[in-house]
């Protein structure tokens, strides 16, 4: 199929803002060659759940050419970030109807950066798994292979930039959920520090500061322009940080000169790790050392069993609030059929906890981050895998018809089949950690970490390598990841398009 403007699919988005500015093409063609995108390479995807033609094209003619993105498509996460006048379903049934009347404070962002949004990208439900499988929007499938996941929270997001239906797409991380795509895809994921996105004017810390959001993006520069023009001060946010030095997009081509970096394979939160991201991890490990970075295998130790456990104890309190959240958009008390069944489940056992176990959790988990936070006074960087195997089938971390049988039942008593439903999800909890054993920690200490598309295995899956710096320090990470894109580019790595 021939599709408009055929370079589009061999342009990052700072590339296409210079074509715009400098009239080679308007910021309406780009947007048409979007959306001819999405019609043509979403319906094997599903990466895009609600496409926006009309409301990208009114956008994009009234694109100011200075803008630093001036006429880039963009993908807005169809969770937390919200669209003046385009409902956002947060991956639910119920919800998707509910239209704010407002912009937050990240998309007003984006827009004054001179994005152009055509379309709501897929997510889980509530955005609570690292596999993007909704049953109100279907699975999203990955651009390597449909038959297997393109991860999540942004699982959407990541199969779009791989897909090169858009440069870039707006993602979420409260446990991954930008990294975790981002290594599924073959794309470049940051998940930026504690406090360093604006949350405003609907928000506060999400999931006790453990989410941060940002874009997935195929170049370095995209990602790190991108934070320039949307981090920094967030009026009456309960977080903060230091503002940058200078532009991230200069540390992109500045040589960082030689790190000291830590390497690990030693799962923080799970058991196993598939030989292929042992084997991406090496690969990484080496090309680090050829550019001169003093490498040497070393890790925090934590009590992975106790954070994980601490980790799903906030999950569930914030997913019961959530739950109540809905009721109040809705303007009646949840039900249980408004949400998947093991959302339910996870709700009630967050309904079921004391304060105490919630209080308790967070002090173990604030402890982690000493922990992390002292190791990295001996080491600029640790370097891991991003995830425990690749990319599993559709469905393949999915509850059992019997746990999801078991489930529904329990979700019938309330308080009641708490404990038992807690017992279920452990088992859920087990496969799903087991998949993400090494991005969780990251956000619970609130170190900026970000998934480098560096290796793919003999079944061309990609496979991502993790990079966690300091706190605010995501200047290192730029310089590094500019860096390694130099010396293996990636972005002439395709999936099948058309």
Request: charge should be neutral; charged fraction near 20%; glycine fraction near 10%.
């Amino acid at each position: 199929m021939s599709l408009p403007f055929p370079e589009y699919d061999t342009l990052d988005g700072l590339a296409i803002a210079d074509l715009v500015r400098r009239g080679e093409v308007s910021a309406t063609e780009v947007t048409d060659a979007a959306l001819a995108r999405v019609q043509a390479r979403n319906p094997r995807l599903n990466a895009v759940v609600r496409p926006l033609d009309a409301f990208g094209r009114d956008m994009a003619r009234r694109v100011d050419p200075a803008a630093p993105f001036a006429g880039v498509p963009m993908l807005i996460k169809d969770l937390m970030a919200t669209i003046a006048g385009v409902p956002t379903s947060h991956g639910t049934r119920v919800m998707q109807q509910v239209t704010p009347g407002h912009d937050s404070a990240l998309v007003a962002r984006y827009r004054r950066a001179g994005a152009v949004f055509v379309g709501k990208a897929n997510t889980p439900e509530l955005g609570l798994t690292p596999f993007t499988e909704s049953e109100a929007l279907g699975p999203a499938r990955n651009p390597w292979d449909v038959t297997r996941t393109p991860g999540g929270s942004s699982g959407g997001s990541g199969a779009a930039v791989a897909a090169r239906i858009v440069p870039i797409a707006h993602g979420g991380d409260g446990g991954g959920s930008i990294r975790i795509p981002a290594s599924c895809t073959g794309v470049f994921g940051l998940k930026p520090s504690r406090g360093r996105m604006p949350t405003g004017p609907d928000l506060g810390d999400v999931w006790r500061g453990f989410v941060q959001e940002h874009v997935l993006t195929r170049t370095v520069r995209d990602s790190a322009a991108m934070l320039d023009a949307t981090a920094g001060e967030d009026v009456g946010a309960p977080l903060s940080c230091p503002p940058q030095a200078r532009p991230y997009l200069d540390e992109v081509t500045t040589e960082p000169g030689a790190l000291r970096i830590a390497v690990t394979a030693s799962p923080f939160f799970g058991s196993r790790v598939h030989p292929d991201c042992v084997a991406a991890l090496d690969d990484a490990a080496a090309l680090l050392a050829s550019l001169g970075h003093h490498v040497e295998r070393d890790e925090p130790v934590v009590e992975g069993q106790q954070l994980a456990r601490d980790f799903l104890t906030v999950v569930a309190a914030e997913c019961r609030a959530d739950l109540a959240w809905m009721g109040e958009q809705l303007q009646r008390a949840p039900r249980r059929d408004d949400v998947e069944v093991a959302t339910w489940a996870l709700g009630l056992l967050g309904q079921a906890f004391q304060a105490s176990d919630y209080a308790a959790s967070m002090r173990r988990l604030q402890m982690a981050g000493r922990t992390c936070g002292e190791f990295l006074t001996r080491y600029d960087l640790l370097v891991t895998p991003t995830l425990g195997s690749p990319p599993f089938p559709i469905g393949a971390l999915q509850p059992s018809s019997t746990e999801r049988a078991a489930l529904a039942l329990l979700g019938r008593f309330g308080l009641g089949g708490a404990l038992k439903a807690a017992g279920l999800l452990d088992e859920t909890a087990k496969k799903v950690f087991g998949f993400m054993p090494y991005t969780p920690l990251f956000n619970v200490t609130g170190q900026p970490a970000m998934s480098v598309p560096l290796y793919w295995n003999a079944q061309g899956l990609p496979i991502g390598t993790q990079v966690v710096a300091r706190v605010g320090d995501e200047a290192t990470l730029f310089r590094v990841a500019g860096q390694l894109e130099r010396a293996r580019p990636w972005t002439g790595r395709v999936p099948p398009l058309d």
